[in-house]
Structure formats: C-alpha cells, structure tokens
C-alpha cells in the first residue's frame, strides 16, 4: 500500500499538524512515511500545503506532481491542486470560501463541511481533525487506534487535555462526510 | 528496537549532534537550516550531555570559534546555508590547513548570492573542489534521508577524526524541511578515545610543544606539508568511497543523483520500469570521495547517462570525468530552488537518451 497526499489551504488551518497526525499514525502502524511542507514565502501568502506519503515499502520521492488524494481547504488550493489528483483518484474538500466546484469528472469528490461543523462545536480549531475524521472515512488507510497513539505523540503535552475533542471532532467528520461524485469508468 | 521518531531532517541533525557525543555547535541562524540551533536550544544539550550551544554573532565567528575548539581536540560542529558558508569558507580552508577534525552541515538554498530560501543542490562544487583557498579537500556526505541526517552527524565524525580533517555534511532545503521516521541510536559517550597527541590542551613535561597553524613560510616545508594532505585526500579516494545502487543489474540507462535529486529519481525510475525502460540508479553518498570505479564499470554497461541536480550541472564533470566520453552523458536540472519532478526526469530521460 502507498497512499501519496496533498493537503493545502490557508496557514493557520491546521493543514501541516494534520499532516503530521496521519504520518504519525502510519509510524504508529509500522508504515513508512514522509511529510515535505511549503515553507519560507510561499506559507507567509496564506497558503499551506505538505505532501504526506505513507507507504509499506521505503518512500521514492517526497515531492510529486500527481497525488492518489487531494485534500482542499481553500479556492487558490483547488486551482493549484485539482489537476493534480491521478484519475480515479479522491479530491476531499470543503466547500467553506470555494468558489468554484471541482470539475474533472474522472476524480471522486467527497465534501465535508468541517469549517462549518467546528463553529457548530464551539471551537475553530478542532477544523482539520474534522477534515482528518472525514478523510479516514473514506480511505482508512489508518487505524483509529493508531491515530489516537499519533495525536498523543504529536500534540504537544499542554495540550493534551484536548485528546477527548480531537477525538469527537475526528468521529464527527467520519459522520458528516458526503460523496459528491464518483468517477465516471 | 531503538527509539522512533518523526523528525525534520534538521532536527535529526541537531539530535544527531546530541548522541554522537558532540562536545560543541556553534552557529548563526538562516533559513532553511535555523531549526538545527532551535532544537538545540530547545533541547538543552548543557543538561543531557554537557555538549556546548552558542549563537554567534556572525558565521565567521562561528567558523572560528569550531576552529579553537577543534584545536582542543573536542568533537565540534557547525551548520548554515548556502550565503552563510560562502562567509566561512576562510576558516574552512584553515581548519583544513591545520588537519583539525569538525563537522559542517550545509543545509544548501538556491543561489548565487542571497537567492532564495528553497532547496537547490548548487554548491557541489564549493563543497568537492575546495570552497576556500589553496589544495584541500573536505569530505562530503549527501544524506538523501531524514535518517541518513541523523546516521551521518556519527559517520562525519568519525571520519573527520580518522584523517583528522573537516567533513561536510552536503543537504538541501528539501531533506532539511521533510519529516520521516527516524530510529535515534542510543546516546554516545561524549569523550571517546582518539589519538590525542595532537591536541593543544597545555603542553606537559613529557613531550614536545604541539603547534596547530595553517601558516608556514617555509616553502619547502609548506610543499611537503601539502604533498602529505594530497596523501590523505588519496586514502580518502581508495577507503572512503560511499555509494548506493538500484536495480542497475539489468539496466541500459542510467540515471546519476545525489541527496533529494536521488529520491526523485527512484520514482522516476519506478515510473520508468512501469513503462518498461529498464533504468537503473546510481547515487553517489560521498561525494568527496566521489565513487568514480563503479561509475567506470557502469559506463561499460548502460547505453546512457542522465545526471539529474538542482543546479546547471556541477556533480555532471566529475561523473564525464569517470565515464571518459564512452557513452552519452547528460544533465536535468532545476535552478534557484525550484524542484524537479519525477515525472520531468523520466520525461527527460526518454527524449534525450532512449528514444
């Protein structure tokens, strides 16, 4: 198995400590992993993105031009990123500030409205677990039991009392994740 | 089973400093390599093993501050990028000068000048051929892995006392920016046992001074100074020579890289074989010594070269060098911190080699 990822949206979104969770969790499972962030410039625009490759076997490049899932968390992502995803593959995105629908038809499309979700819950910043919670519905590529020994190892200690709503923030996702679209064979 | 972790390749380097039993860093922050002195700082090294972190004012003290220390025999070590290590490189060239053992890790940017803050593989030639004045050498390793940035903080070392001479650690933004799992071998002794006859710790009534300098007016003298630093860099080229193949057995072509460019050639070259082109990688570790034999034996097998880096094609001498005209040898390359593809590299490879 190796499931190669871009995650982007705006900074501050979580986009690179969800990263860090899933790769984590793959550590967590035995996987190999790699995680290559934007820095320097590109991240001081607003925009955020990393690539997180988990795989069974050692990891080629961690850098790539085509990715087996988009995660798309703002409209400059989905410009940049949804040409990017292999045919047959999974774009994941919220919809909150997009403009524009995804409109490959050879993709599938899942929507979450995590944004939206984390206001409903009281609090912003448990949005990319929603997105993590909506992403591992559709592709399990990890276990719970991993995710929550990945939280642990990556969350810093003083925030650790948030282990119970990151947890409900990820079940919450895998529940309100929807398909917009299969890809069409 | 040791320790795992996940690691910026920065961190493994700074982590790597801590076990390897380092005594001293000593360094001056710029991107992409400033979480190497974070870490360190963060880590408090004084309290785990004793070892020394100190921000310098300038890159130039730091260079000359692993030059005092080295001078004591201690294990030191500093790291920058690209513009910081240009500032260095008259300190390099004493350390080199005066057989002193330290580490240097430059995490490389795109250049010239300040250029830019992401990956570039453009000081290849500055880290091989010198860098400073006058005939030295370093030894250079490419780490291609967030491990390998931990594993060779040990390996230069270890080499760097072997022949009592500075070694390179050769990076890039990409390896130094990128997370992977890391095993943490456990701590290393701070003080080993080395030859220590050198050191300028105070002389003691048993034998003569020791004298550590860079400076002999003595033609003569200075001569057959440099005659024994050509020997050492000679048994570096025949005992020190790192290399790493894949799937060249069956291979007619041949991609050449090193560091972050031999990651992205292995995709390429799984993309290749997926296709059917039996490509094979060769990705040379140390790059001073550079593994000329293997390349040797290889040219009597391929049909073709590509030499891939992020520059205009530095590495790409040495290899022609190795390969004396016997088969085509070409470059693919990005410049200024831009980052090839795999799919730009097998690209490449098809239209100027195999079709």
């Known amino acids: ?185 | 089973m040791n320790e795992l972790k996940l690691m910026k390749g920065n961190e493994a380097i700074a982590e790597g400093a801590i076990r390897a039993g380092a005594d001293a860093y000593f360094g001056y922050p710029i991107t992409p390599q400033s979480e190497v002195m974070e870490y360190l700082m963060a880590e408090r090294p004084e309290k785990r093993t004793g070892m020394v972190v100190l921000q310098a004012e300038s890159e130039v003290a730091s260079i000359n501050m692993v030059y005092g220390a080295a001078g004591t025999g201690k294990r030191v070590m500093t790291s920058s990028s690209s513009p910081g290590i240009s500032l260095m490189q008259e300190g390099i060239s004493y350390i080199a000068g005066a057989e002193l053992p330290c580490l240097i890790v430059n995490v490389v940017r795109g250049g010239p000048g300040l250029g830019t803050i992401q990956p570039s593989q453009a000081d290849y030639f500055q880290a091989t051929k010198g860098g400073g004045h006058g005939d030295y050498r370093l030894i250079v390793l490419a780490p291609a892995s967030v491990q390998e940035m931990f594993d060779f903080v040990f390996l230069a070392f270890d080499l760097a006392f072997k022949y009592r001479n500075p070694a390179m650690i050769l990076s890039d933004g990409l390896i130094g920016q990128m997370m992977e799992k890391v095993e943490l071998k456990p701590q290393r002794p701070r003080l080993t046992e080395f030859d220590q006859s050198w050191v300028t710790t105070g002389k003691t009534p048993d034998r003569e001074r020791n004298i550590i300098t860079s400076l002999d007016l003595d033609p003569a003298r200075q001569e057959k100074h440099n005659i024994h630093l050509q020997e050492k860099y000679d048994r570096m080229r025949k005992e020190e020579v790192r290399y790493e193949e894949f799937m060249t057995e069956d291979a007619d072509y041949l991609l050449v890289a090193y560091g972050s460019s031999s990651r992205i050639s292995q995709k390429a070259m799984q993309l290749g074989r997926e296709q059917g082109y039996k490509i094979g990688l060769l990705r040379p570790i140390t790059l001073f010594p550079f593994p000329v034999e293997i390349l040797e034996e290889l040219a009597g097998r391929v049909r073709g070269i590509l030499c891939v880096e992020q520059s205009s094609g530095q590495m790409i001498e040495d290899v022609r060098l190795a390969v004396h005209d016997q088969i085509p040898v070409k470059h693919f390359g990005r410049m200024g911190g831009m980052t090839p593809s795999p799919e730009e590299v097998l690209e490449t490879m098809i239209d100027q080699l195999i079709k």
């Open chain 1, 1 to 185: 198995m190796t499931e190669e990822i871009i995650i982007a949206g705006f900074g501050g979104q979580g986009v690179l400590s969800m990263g860090k969770i899933l790769a984590y969790s793959a550590i967590m499972q035995n996987q190999e992993v790699s995680w290559f962030p934007s820095y320097g410039p590109e991240m001081r625009g607003g925009t955020a993105n990393v690539t997180v490759i988990l795989s069974d076997d050692r990891i080629s490049s961690p850098v790539l031009r085509v990715y087996d899932t988009a995660i798309i968390l703002n409209q400059q992502s989905m410009d940049k990123f949804e040409s990017a995803v292999k045919p047959g593959g999974l774009l994941l995105y919220d919809s909150n500030g997009i403009t524009r629908k995804p409109e490959r038809k050879d993709i599938r499309v899942w929507k979450v409205d995590a944004a939206e979700e984390a206001t409903n819950m009281g609090n912003k910043r448990i949005f990319n677990m929603i997105v993590l919670g909506a992403f591992l519905k559709i592709k399990p590529i990890v276990q719970m039991e991993n995710v929550r020994k990945g939280l642990e190892k990556s969350i810093p200690a003083r925030y650790h009392d948030l282990f119970d709503m990151n947890q409900a923030a990820i079940r919450r996702g895998e529940e309100i994740v929807y398909q917009e679209q299969d890809y069409s064979k």
